[in-house]
């Protein structure tokens, strides 16, 4: 059955992403219930979310018993159902999940928390051409919009790219920011230049 992956296990947090009917995808972890299962799609990425155990097909699943549990589900006293983690240690962890030139020749970067901890401050941006080159520097300052967990925000760099080729965009390239993983915070990607 197609599933939804929320940002922590509830239906009423953030969706992450839509999973199809029949796709893999790696089990991290559990509520304390078993209820949910925290899962990495695709399998391939680092995004990773929530979705509900009864949404998955039982006989391709792990065995939960060494699944950890991560999470408990609670309820509020409005009876809102509300998802809390149990690793106090959870860290943001930010990665380039796209970048595009705009009909203008600006670079438009799509910065995604993949980590368990939301992310708010100051975080550095770099642009290289293939080449080495330095095409531009910025901090982008996310104090007002916190970037939660499986959360993307769009970024305007202001750089103009002239020449099409390859390009590394790097997201916090002198790791000042505490990350769960500071290995996936570079991007290689081809980008058509406006040519002037």
């Known amino acids: 059955m197609t599933s939804n992956m929320y940002g922590r296990p509830t239906r009423t947090a953030d969706l992450v992403a839509i999973i199809p009917e029949g796709r893999l995808v790696r089990v991290t972890g559990q509520t304390d219930d078993s209820e949910w299962l925290r899962v990495i799609y695709p399998v391939t990425s680092s995004l990773e979310g929530w979705v509900p155990l009864a949404n ?8 939960l018993a060494g699944v950890p549990a991560v999470a408990s589900v609670v309820q509020s006293e409005d009876g809102e159902v509300v998802g809390g983690l149990l690793d106090q240690s959870a860290l943001p962890d930010l990665t380039v999940s796209s970048a595009d030139v705009q009909p203008t020749g600006q670079l438009a970067v799509r910065i995604t928390n993949v980590g368990r901890a939301p992310f708010a401050g100051t975080v550095g941006l770099r642009v290289t051409s293939a080449d080495g080159e330095i095409v ?6 996310l104090t007002g919009s916190p970037l939660g967990p499986g959360r993307s925000a769009s970024v305007n760099t202001g750089t103009i790219i002239r020449a099409t080729g390859l390009y590394l965009i790097e997201v916090d390239p002198t790791n000042e920011v505490e990350e769960a993983s500071e290995f996936n915070n570079t991007r290689r990607v081809l980008l058509v230049g406006t040519g002037e």
């Open 136 to 141: 531009g520097v910025l901090d982008v300052d």
């Open 56 to 63: 998955m097909f039982v006989a391709s699943l792990p065995d």
